[in-house]
């Protein structure tokens, strides 16, 4: 494999790729054989990753600079004709389905790969080939309206990563009005972004009831791969949330109140951790980068072959700019079982978050693509990819010295109540959803309205100091998974809880918690979220008592300060 910069793309041939398909198709409707079948199915997967290979390598130089005027056209062409490519898939996974090897296939690669497969064939229709077009089209006007969003603070034009490091300053004068040049980014861009949220949520209507299904939440759990769970059983859980997280999470905020010493805590405190400053990083993004290898290199032989091959082949894109689409990813280049870390480095803890987070991700991408046959069995629902990424933050805790020296221990208590604090505002973007996709045509002002009240109840500590788009509810708005993924954002939730039970078993037997944790990332996503739990020897996070449990478990850790 060459470094990921030295890649070479070539703009994939879909005419091409449709007769070759069509090719695989034929053959595997006409095998004679389990073995002749399995050939087809090998050339299908052939062309299928050249393919994915390309447009990921699009993506990711695309995501760097939004800017690029090559790679903006490039992406709105594979948008395009990847869509259209999905009536030729379509029919090769028929044909594997009615195959008289079908039964064959599923023996060897399990029952959770013919589940894709029948999903699949259900979402991939000529009925809603253009709605996915336009789905992808206002998709990507969101993200351009908010990748120039920038302001001028102490001298710098940031992005609205850039600001992050003025949010957590310790003159509550700047981290407000840092605070306040965020919100009005938004602000400013809430009349398109209204817009583009009510267009999407009208064509996500539109599609599921092309498709026969009896409702949205219907379709789009099933876009999500929930095969074991329904919106009652997120109900539920974001209720045991509301029962035993808020709760903590109101003491723990309380006490940094008072940490602060504040009359009243503000949003813009919220992000402040110590009246002397949060624990923040030492050293360059490059310095970073080798503590990471370093850290990796010590936790097992397994995270050490995976980090040295990151590095060697530099598959990575971490450093914000103004040009480059917000957030942070892990994504695969299939042809070369490589995964890919795109982040927005800003100088905080959050860039060691991104080394542990998004490296979890592809540390469980590059495991499974080593164990796996097949490429359909790596990857797993993000209810259980988030687990790999949560994990991975705290298992990295005895090592925290690298990045931060003696900070660290103020480092790991806040990190660990920040992943306790951060769940209910994760179920509160859940129920927005909910809310949303129960009553269609809900206006622009009926979703401000909506998510005022949901944050009464799942961030009943929050107070905007006056801010007026804050304060009738706009904060919603900043959040890409809403526009972009629709109810994934509770998955990390979910993912947390469970977490969170490694991480208490990690402080009694941290090795058997760690074979665990391998066991759970070699599976990638070959069996289904609740048989991956049993793998992974976790409790199902939708019981309460799981909830109360692990909660109960964080906050003796915080308040008797055995982080690790």
């Not at 539920?236 to 808020?246: C, E, I, P, Q």
């Not at 925290?400 to 209910?424: Q, V």
Request: proline residues 3%; aromatic residues 14%; charged residues 30%.
């Amino acid at each position: 494999m060459e470094k990921f910069s030295e890649i070479k793309y070539t703009r994939p041939d879909f005419s091409a790729a449709k007769k070759a398909l069509r090719k695989v198709t034929s053959d595997m409707k006409n095998a004679k054989t389990y073995e002749e079948a399995k050939t087809a199915f090998k050339a299908f997967n052939d062309v299928y990753e050249d393919l994915a290979t390309m447009i990921v390598v699009v993506h990711i130089r695309h995501d760097v600079n939004t800017k690029d005027e090559f790679y903006d056209a490039e992406k709105k062409f594979l948008d395009k004709n990847t869509v259209m490519l999905a009536p030729a898939l379509k029919k090769f996974n028929s044909a594997l389905l009615a195959s008289e090897f079908a039964s064959d296939f599923r023996r060897e690669y399990g029952d959770q790969f013919i589940k894709e497969l029948e999903a699949e064939n259900k979402l991939q229709n000529n009925k809603i080939l253009l709605d996915m077009i336009k789905e992808k089209k206002l998709v990507d006007e969101y993200s351009k309206a908010v990748a120039v969003c920038k302001a001028t603070i102490n001298g710098e034009e940031c992005n609205l990563y850039g600001l992050l490091k003025y949010m957590q300053n310790t003159d509550r004068a700047v981290r407000k009005e840092a605070f306040e040049a965020w919100a009005s980014f938004y602000e400013g861009v809430a009349p398109k972004l209204d817009e583009i949220y009510t267009k999407l949520t009208a064509l996500r209507f539109k599609m599921a009831k092309k498709l026969g299904f009896k409702d949205v939440f219907d379709y789009i759990y099933l876009t999500r791969g929930h095969y074991d769970y329904g919106p009652k059983d997120v109900e539920a859980f974001r209720n045991a949330v509301r029962d035993y997280v808020v709760p903590a999470c109101a003491k723990l905020y309380e006490q940094k109140c008072v940490k602060l010493g504040l009359d009243k805590l503000h949003s813009y405190d919220e992000s402040l951790n110590d009246p002397n400053g949060n624990a923040n990083p030492h050293g360059t993004p490059e310095e970073l980068v080798a503590a990471a290898k370093a850290m990796y290199e010590e936790l097992s032989p397994e995270t050490g072959e995976f980090f040295n091959f990151m590095t060697k082949y530099e598959l990575f894109d971490l450093v914000t700019n103004p040009s480059k689409r917000l957030g942070g990813y892990c994504t695969a280049l299939y042809k070369y079982e490589a995964p890919f870390i795109f982040s927005n480095f800003n100088g905080t803890s959050a860039d060691v978050d991104v080394l542990t987070h998004e490296a979890g991700h592809a540390f469980q991408a590059y495991l499974s693509a080593r164990t796996l046959p097949i490429h359909q069995m790596c990857g797993s629902t993000s209810d259980i990819n988030e687990i790999h990424s949560m994990t991975m933050e705290h298992f990295a805790y005895p090592y925290m010295d690298k990045f931060f020296g003696d900070e660290a221990a103020e480092y790991r208590k806040n990190h660990l109540a920040d992943a306790l604090c951060t769940i209910p505002y994760l179920v509160a973007v859940d129920e927005f959803q909910h809310r949303v996709f129960e009553k269609p045509g809900m206006t622009a002002d009926e979703r401000y309205a909506a998510w005022k009240k949901i944050e009464e109840i799942y961030l009943p500590w929050r107070d905007y100091d006056g801010n007026g788009f804050l304060s009738k509810g706009g904060f919603w708005m900043q959040k890409q998974h809403i526009f972009m993924y629709p109810f994934y954002y509770v998955e990390y939730a979910l993912s947390q809880v469970c977490a969170f039970q490694y991480y208490e078993r990690m402080k009694k037997d941290r090795r058997q918690a760690w074979n665990d944790y391998l066991t759970l990332c070699k599976a990638g996503g070959s069996v289904g979220y609740l048989e991956l739990l049993k793998i992974g020897k976790l409790e199902k996070p939708f019981d309460p008592e799981v909830i109360k449990k692990v909660v109960a478990g964080v906050m003796d850790s915080l308040e008797n300060g055995n982080i690790m």
